[in-house]
């Protein structure tokens, strides 16, 4: 089965259990740190297919078995080899690219005075989003009481040529109204999702 690296690459591994795990450590080092280029996620695929070929021995010398029951008497000397020498190596790449606890707590030492400019800024930012939903709120309405107005003031000839009958008010709310302000706050949610992820 298929699993995608932190760098978009398609990697295979041989079990489900061998896919959850993957997931669950792919976002976890994307969620902790932050990666600059696209080498830096290319490392982390490296470290990822490190610590899953890690977690599949490690699986195998516990139950003495493969996934499929089959005895690993023959190699489980050899697994211990190549697991110990992967460890290894995964933990020099892991420390290369500052990926321990060292290197993760010296990055949340964000300074107060960082930290709170940050939240004013994006603070700023919440606020002329709200600004702008209202201003589009206020727009989009007074279209809905124009239209109420001419439906009031109008014979049903007149509401059949300007289309300003209750189920054309209805359309222009279901497919313009409600889009544009939508897309507004999609636009706001997308850059909300970076910058929460910022303060966290």
């Not at 450590?25 to 470290?47: I, T």
């Not at 493969?66 to 892991?94: A, F, P």
């Not at 001419?150 to 300003?164: N, P, S, V």
Request: hydrophobic fraction near 40%; aromatic fraction near 8%.
């Amino acid at each position: 089965m298929d699993v995608v690296g932190a760098s978009g690459a398609i990697f295979e591994v041989i079990h489900e259990a061998e896919r959850e795990y993957w997931n669950k450590a792919r976002e976890k080092y994307l969620d902790q740190y932050k990666f600059e280029n696209v080498s830096d996620l290319q490392d982390m695929d490296r470290v990822l297919v490190g610590e899953i070929l890690s977690f599949r021995w490690g699986s195998w010398l516990v139950k003495e078995a493969d996934y499929d029951g089959r005895s690993i008497e023959e190699i489980e000397d050899k697994l211990k080899r190549q697991k110990l020498d992967l460890d290894k190596e995964t933990r020099i790449l892991k420390e290369k690219m500052g990926l321990n606890r060292a290197h993760r707590q010296d990055s949340e030492q964000q300074s107060t005075a960082d930290y709170l400019e940050s939240l004013l800024r994006h603070a700023e930012e919440f606020g002329i989003h709200r600004d702008d939903q209202i201003a589009k709120a206020i727009d989009l309405l007074h279209e809905v009481f124009t239209q109420v107005g001419l439906y009031l003031r109008t014979d049903e000839e007149e509401r059949a040529h300007l289309k300003i009958h209750p189920q054309d008010i209805m359309k222009w709310l279901i497919e313009v109204a409600k889009p544009e302000f939508d897309a507004i706050d999609a636009a706001f949610r997308k850059n909300q999702r970076l910058w929460i992820r910022d303060l966290s």
